[in-house]
């Protein structure tokens, strides 16, 4: 069974760091971009970062770009983000995300990991 | 942010629709729309990709289409457990690889 598990969350100061994990069971994890996407209290879903496999392609959204740094280590089955000036507005529920890929694309998230929450605060 | 209907309801055995309206840029660039369901406190689960596609164990009540720059969800004969909240995804290219619908949450009445 595919199972995500994050861990690391917790709550900051304004301008601190975090170091997020998430731990990949059940498939073979060097085949598989990763992302984070997070959701802030009461709001919508935000796409966050993406990793391809063998790290060789990082995605950041606009709102994090210079700030959060995604890597992984695959031999450990793990997919980190490094989060930098820390800001109120980067409180969420941070989830991880694997990657799915029709016979096409690889554009979709198919297993989600249950969250970690990220409370920033002064 | 693509734009979603903040809400959608409907009874039992009807039919809802939800749209999510993008750009030449995401949605109406390419065909990489994906539909995913999220129930309170609980994870997001995807339930449509490629703009119509359902993976394996997702019922065929759920079904979706494009037309130009707006994608579109249609859960026919509603059930009770559909109540949730529904975010719309599209690739957006490089400079803006992912972007996410604001969310709409359908009622059943």
């Known amino acids: 069974e595919v ?82 000036s820390l800001r109120a507005e980067d409180t969420a529920v941070y989830y991880c995300a694997r990657t799915y890929c029709s016979t096409t694309a690889c554009y979709y998230f198919d297993s989600w990991g249950q969250g970690t929450q990220v409370t920033v605060s002064s | ?21 993008g750009t030449s840029s995401d949605v109406g660039g390419y065909n990489y729309v994906s539909w995913y369901q999220q129930h309170p406190g609980k994870a997001p689960k995807l339930i ?34 559909d109540a949730a909240d529904y975010y719309c995804k599209s690739y957006g290219g490089k400079n803006n690889f992912y972007v996410f619908g604001s969310g709409t949450t359908v009622t059943v009445l």
């Open chain 2, 48 to 81: 449509i990709y490629e703009v119509s596609q359902r993976p394996s164990g997702v019922p065929d009540r759920f079904s979706g289409s494009k037309s130009g720059n707006t994608a579109s969800l249609t859960v026919s004969g509603l059930q009770a457990e």
């Open chain 2, 1 to 21: 942010v693509l734009t979603q209907p903040p809400s959608a309801s409907g009874s039992p055995g009807q039919s809802v629709t939800i749209s999510c309206t």
């Open chain 1, 3 to 84: 199972q995500l598990v994050e861990s690391g969350g917790g709550l900051v100061k304004t301008g601190g760091s975090l170091r997020l994990s998430c731990t990949a069971f059940g498939f073979n994890f060097n085949d598989y971009s990763m992302n984070w996407v997070r959701q802030a209290p009461g709001k919508g879903l935000e796409w966050v970062s993406s990793l391809s496999s063998l790290s060789s392609h990082k995605y950041y959204a606009d709102s994090v770009q210079g700030r959060f740094t995604i890597s992984r280590d695959n031999a450990k089955n793990l997919v980190y983000l490094q989060m930098d």
